[in-house]
């Protein structure tokens, strides 16, 4: 089996790499090798390595700077995928793709269904849901995971940012009115794994191809997620500033941004995990194992 894998260089590619290597020949590019916003590169790529799989990480995820970098928001998020999707068809290949909570308008307390109606807030979310519709026009063999608050040792994210900022100043103030899962790249990695293993052995024929939701278990807000990475900083021995307690809880109203976030980002995963009979840990493993990468 051959691979095709985007946007290897970022969280997920990274450790993407890792969980697919013992299971396929994985060709893994990254935007230095096939700019996604060109539609003939992305095509002669696609065309040139012939593979029976594409894995799409990659995305356009500069969430605020969407909001005015329009036209290369939607060539990445919305464009690529239709066109990965057109030519993998041509191949008879599978895509595996990933989205994201903000596809949803985000209030409310309840848990999103993969059969609820979406309505993003922000162009970024709007150009990942008008990827998925996309993708799945073009490839009935595509299985989209959508996901949220990912994290990695490898690459940009909330904990490391959290941890950084802990160790320059002597007082935080976090969001506490915004709620989810932070979800690890090394789990979405594995699950992708445990996916492309069974297709492998099964074939396309009758597999479970859709829509599904895949975070962490669990619900916590960005403050509370800030105070658990500086509690982990702390027992690894750290030099931090602030201290997990002194950590102020503000609301989304107190940290304008150029783009509206979801307050609800809760994904209800009970189709996914019933589908494919696999769990999904609780957020705090996760993250656990992360910082121990980082510290």
Same mark, same amino acid.
């Given at each position: ?9 970022g ?16 060709v893994?590019?990254?935007?230095a090798?096939?700019?996604? $916003?060109?539609?003939?590169? @992305? ?5 040139? %390595?012939?593979?029976d799989?594409?894995? &799409?990480? =990659?995305a356009?995820?500069?969430v605020?700077?969407a ?7 939607r ?9 990965i ?26 848990f ?9 807030q ?11 519709c996309?993708?799945?026009? $073009?490839c009935?063999?595509? @299985? ?5 608050w %990912?994290?990695?040792?490898?690459g940009? &994210?909330? =904990?490391?940012t959290?941890l950084?900022?802990a ?7 976090v969001?506490?009115?915004q709620y989810g899962?932070?979800?690890?790249a ?6 992708t794994?445990?996916?492309?293993g069974r ?6 024929q ?8 895949v ?6 807000n ?6 658990f ?6 027992k690894?021995g ?8 002194t950590?102020k809880p503000?609301?989304t109203s ?10 609800n ?8 995990q019933k589908?494919f009979?696999?769990?999904?840990p609780?957020?705090?493993h996760?993250?656990?194992?992360v ?5």
């Open positions: 089996m051959k691979l095709l894998l985007t946007g290897c260089n969280q997920l590619g990274f450790e993407l790499q890792r969980s697919l290597a013992p299971l396929a020949e994985v893994a590019i990254g935007s090798d096939c700019d996604l $916003s060109d539609e003939a590169a @992305l095509r002669s790529l696609i065309q040139k %390595v012939k593979p799989g594409i894995i &799409n990480p =990659a356009y995820t500069a605020d700077k909001e005015t970098d329009t036209e290369q928001a060539k990445v998020n919305a464009d690529a995928p239709r066109i999707g057109d030519e993998a068809s041509k191949l008879g290949a599978f895509v595996i793709h990933f989205s994201t909570d903000y596809v949803f308008e985000g209030i409310g307390e309840q999103y269904k993969e059969s609820d109606a979406t309505n993003p922000n162009i970024y979310g709007l150009t990942k849901r008008d990827g998925e996309a993708l799945q026009q $073009s009935p063999q595509s @299985l989209i995971m959508r996901t949220s %990912v994290v990695g040792a490898h940009g &994210n909330f =904990a490391k959290m950084r900022l160790a320059e100043r002597d007082s935080l103030s969001v506490a009115d899962a932070p979800t690890s090394a789990l979405l990695a594995d699950v794994a445990q996916l492309v297709i492998r052995q099964q074939g396309l009758g597999f479970p191809f859709g829509l599904y939701h975070v962490a278990s669990g619900v916590t960005w403050h509370a997620y800030a105070q990475v500086i509690a982990e900083a702390i690894a750290k030099a931090i500033k602030v201290q997990p307690e950590i503000i609301a107190d940290y304008p941004v150029p783009a509206k976030r979801p307050a980002s809760r994904l209800d995963t009970s189709l996914f589908t009979n696999l769990l999904l609780h957020w705090e996760g993250v656990s194992h910082l121990k990468q980082i510290l």
